[in-house]
């Protein structure tokens, strides 16, 4: 039954619910798919014992009336999030071989609510990069080829493109994704699917492998907004193993969709408008305007003035963060260990960190080494905080004239592999919409808008105020219903 | 700001990164041109703000002075590239 794979999150749900189909069935029909698409390298491990086991869990439950909120649906789960017992690598090779003995809050609420899992989806190295590329599993294959003819393999962006690219290619209905600059809604625009990173704390950190621990933030990546509403329901939730999660109720975001925007006023930031980027980026954006006002909202013209900073100041904390994170690949305790002969402790440590890290981890961990060290702490870390209050302070005082944001998700469509990676600077540029929201700890949610003119998909970001999840899922929906995006790429794979 | 050869290998030894010498001229540059175009930050005027310290308003909880796990090594040498007698093993690090 392929045509199974036409559904997504909630119909896989009410199906099951209502006896149309077995959770068994939906789990083969995926489980064949994500076999049939090895070419996209979007999983590093399959686990299709995982989602079969789930599936049949899930009919005795339906056969019991014992249903649960996502019985019946097979997930994939970036491999950022520990998963007892199946290798989690981080798309790193310095943690081949890791089997967690325990298993991220994120998925065990996953699992508990019922869903299953098809495998761990790659994603670049530590959740460093925009394009796939860093990943130590080698790099995904968008499922999207350019109109032209040409058949270059495109990025399906970062951090979780493998993420993006399963579920733009049906894959699977809904996935698991982490954002810490970027990562969850800039691959969600190169593929043309949703994805939403909530405010900082709706979702446990616990049992995600660390990158940048102030800015790191679990989030749904679906094929539309109320599956992501039905999967954010589920991730969120307080938890007392990580000392930032929110101790607030989880509201019923997908109950409470509404897509009237009558009464909101919805912000356009002047600076977004940046030079170079390409014309249909703003004509997406414009169209985007047209929408929400459509929808009953008010467009105001607003003013970030710090906005160009948050990349530079991102470039800062971040990779100071990581340098301190990721000092436990140290050859010890889990993971890779490269021993020199005759060597001591620290020729471990430096031969292991040099063999297992990529490029990509070592520039990262080396920059955040050098703004942490001796005499330039001040000059670069302390002031990139104070920058950080700045950028926050401006969506604060944004906020006394509107109640969301519209924005571009990214400056371009999806990038053919190898076009960026020799220019790190030019790849960091990708995320320079998304950066903001994420150093204020807003929450922010892209959806695909429309095509480029290479038929490519382009995003638009929606991003709201601390806690109003629903206002940034109602203002996507409101998109969502207008752009009437039906584009998908042809399974050429 | 410049990064040379020197500085390089002293940030790679803090980070306990070993480096070749191919990899320390190719860092070089790279490293010196992120560090430049991070470099615009001096622009901005921070005079008398704080630095952020957290994103969101949150109270640190305290929870009562428990054990609360215990009891697993197995589950934690089980990932150990290297364990004896119920320890981590490392090579030997006094003489």
């Not at chain 1, 951090?159 to 996935?175: E, Y």
Request: charged share 25%; net charge negative; aromatic share 8%.
């Amino acid at each position: 039954m392929t045509g199974l794979t036409e559904l997504g999150v909630a119909a896989i749900r009410d199906g099951v619910r209502e006896g149309e189909f077995s959770a068994r069935e939906v789990a083969q029909a995926y489980i064949s798919a994500v076999e049939k698409a090895r070419l996209l390298n979007a999983f590093v491990v399959e686990t299709p014992e995982h989602a079969l086991a789930a599936a049949d869990a899930a009919d005795a439950a339906r056969a019991s009336g014992d249903l649960k909120p996502l019985s019946g649906v097979p997930l994939g789960i970036k491999d950022l999030f520990a998963t007892r017992g199946v290798q989690t690598t981080a798309g790193s090779r310095i943690l081949e071989g890791f089997e967690p003995p325990y298993e991220s809050a994120v998925s065990a609420r996953l699992f508990a609510a019922g869903a299953g899992m098809l495998g761990k989806l790659n994603m670049d190295e530590f959740a460093m990069g925009s394009s796939n590329e860093t990943s130590g599993y080698g790099a995904v294959i968008s499922p999207w080829r350019r109109s032209d003819g040409g058949n270059a393999p495109l990025a399906p962006g970062g951090s979780s493109g493998g993420s993006a690219a399963a579920v733009a290619g049906r894959l699977c209905p809904g996935a698991t994704g982490t954002d810490t600059g970027g990562s969850i809604r800039q691959p969600a625009a190169f593929v043309g699917i949703s994805g939403i990173k909530p405010t900082y704390g709706r979702c446990s950190r616990w049992g995600i492998v660390a990158f940048a621990s102030s800015l790191d933030q679990a989030g749904p990546m679906a094929r539309d907004v109320r599956d992501c509403a039905a999967l954010l329901e589920a991730m969120s939730g307080f938890d007392p193993r990580d000392s930032t999660s929110l101790d607030l109720p989880v509201p019923r975001w997908e109950a409470s969709l509404d897509p009237d925007l009558r009464g909101k006023r919805v912000g356009i930031p002047r600076e977004y408008r940046i030079e170079g980027v390409p014309d249909e980026i703003g004509r997406v954006w414009d169209e985007g305007i047209a929408w929400l006002e459509d929808a009953g909202a008010t467009i105001v013209d607003v003013s970030l003035p710090h906005t160009r900073f948050a990349l530079p100041t991102y470039y800062i904390i971040a990779p100071a963060e990581a340098s301190s994170n990721l000092a436990r690949y140290d050859g010890v305790r889990y993971g890779k260990r490269v021993q020199p002969e005759q060597g001591g402790l620290t020729d471990m440590y430096e031969a292991t960190r040099a063999a297992g890290f990529g490029a990509e981890v070592k520039r990262r961990i080396m920059i955040g080494t050098y703004v942490l060290s001796a005499g330039f702490y001040d000059a670069y870390f302390n002031r990139a905080q104070k920058v950080r209050s700045l950028i926050a302070r401006d969506f604060a005082d944004v906020w006394e004239s509107c109640d969301l944001l519209l924005t571009p998700t990214a400056p371009s469509a999806a990038f053919a592999l190898g076009d960026k990676s020799a220019d790190p600077i030019a790849m960091y540029l990708n995320d320079v919409f998304a950066v903001p929201a994420s150093l204020a700890g807003l929450p922010a949610m892209s959806v695909p808008a429309g095509l480029d003119d290479h038929g490519l998909p382009l995003g638009l970001q929606i991003v709201g105020k601390a806690l109003d999840e629903q206002g940034v899922l109602d203002a996507s929906l409101a998109l969502e219903e207008r752009a009437g995006f039906t584009a998908r790429p042809e399974a050429w794979w | 700001m410049s990064v040379d050869a020197e500085i390089v290998r002293h940030i790679a030894k803090l980070a306990r990164i070993a480096v070749s010498d191919e990899e320390v001229a190719a860092l070089a540059p790279e490293l010196s041109n992120i560090l430049g175009w991070i470099e615009q930050l001096q622009e901005v005027d921070v005079e008398g703000v704080e630095p952020m310290t957290a994103v969101i308003p949150n109270r640190l909880r305290l929870r009562d002075d428990a054990v609360t796990d215990g009891g697993i090594r197995e589950d934690v040498l089980r990932n150990a590239p290297a364990a004896e007698h119920g320890f981590f093993a490392v090579p030997k690090v006094i003489e």
